[in-house]
């Protein structure tokens, strides 16, 4: 499933910026019509929603069944959810992103929340003050945004096993929002993964490392110390031990490619987090 990002970035102070959000629907068992209950929440946040735009719908089944039947149910469950939207003139992105998953995610011990569909939507906000900027348009680019994450988790195990104290492994497909320290709900998987590792791992001690893009100050580290800070607070609070972690705000000063870099390839790659391997 492709994603397609397209941003126009001036060099100001201030522009026009927002925030990614998301709003799940719910399905009984079987059924690809949404919940009384849902339906009800569903019209409600339609009603009340200003200056959004739908960036992207996943379409998720309970483990009953096969992988290929929920895939099909899942995709169904999408299609009407597209429907409701659209009858109510809610704004759709010409690039939707569509994800369709069958069992292939980490799944609730309720059933009854696997069966949704989860809107992720943008949200224009005041104006504010931006970290990452750039003087340079950003052009569109096509990226496969789940497979990339997919294929960075396989290979996180590997290379924590075969790093020594000292390295540092750079995990580039953890997407924040814009100038957000919000992990985008595509990048979970990556997380998730990060948790098993220092699970398997219980003697191992890091340092993670946030980085941004795009600014060419090198004292402005805020948004890459509350990126750190965001991943620190999910593995602690999902049982880590805080004196096992560690985090740092790098912001821009220690970039892969110059700054402006010339394409958006380059700016994903600088705004990356590295683990940064303490004790072993």
Request: hydrophobic content about 40%.
């Amino acid at each position: 499933m492709k994603l397609f990002l397209a941003y126009l970035f001036f060099g100001v102070t201030t522009i026009a910026l927002g925030q990614e959000k998301h709003f799940e629907v719910f399905f009984d068992f079987n059924k690809d019509v949404p919940t009384e209950n849902s339906m009800v929440l569903l019209n409600n946040w339609m009603k009340s929603s200003e200056n959004i735009e739908i960036v992207a719908v996943s379409g998720y089944c309970d483990s009953i069944d096969s992988n290929a039947y929920n895939k099909e149910l899942a995709n169904k469950r999408i299609k009407t959810v597209l429907e409701i939207i659209s009858g109510n003139a809610i704004p759709i992105k010409q690039d939707l992103s569509i994800y369709v998953f069958g069992e292939e995610f980490r799944q609730s011990k309720t059933q009854a929340e696997n069966r949704k569909v989860i809107i992720e939507y943008f949200q224009k906000l005041q104006s504010k003050k931006e970290d990452e900027a750039s003087n340079a348009p950003m052009e569109a680019v096509t990226i496969d945004a789940e497979d990339k994450v997919e294929t960075e988790r396989i290979t996180l195990v590997e290379k924590f096993e075969k790093a020594k104290v000292g390295d540092r492994i750079a995990i580039y497909n953890i997407n924040f929002m814009f100038n957000s320290e919000n992990i985008e709900l595509k990048s979970e998987p990556l997380l998730e993964e990060l948790l098993f590792i220092m699970e398997r791992n219980p003697k191992m001690v890091i340092k993670i490392h946030g980085h941004i893009c795009c600014n060419p100050n090198p004292y402005n580290t805020k948004l890459s110390y509350r990126r750190a800070l965001k991943i620190f607070k999910y593995l602690k609070e999902n049982g880590i031990q805080q004196n096992r972690l560690a985090y740092n705000g790098v912001g821009s000063n220690n970039p892969i490619y110059p700054i402006p870099e010339k394409n958006e390839n380059e700016r994903i790659a600088n705004r990356r987090v590295e683990i940064e391997i303490v004790r072993k």
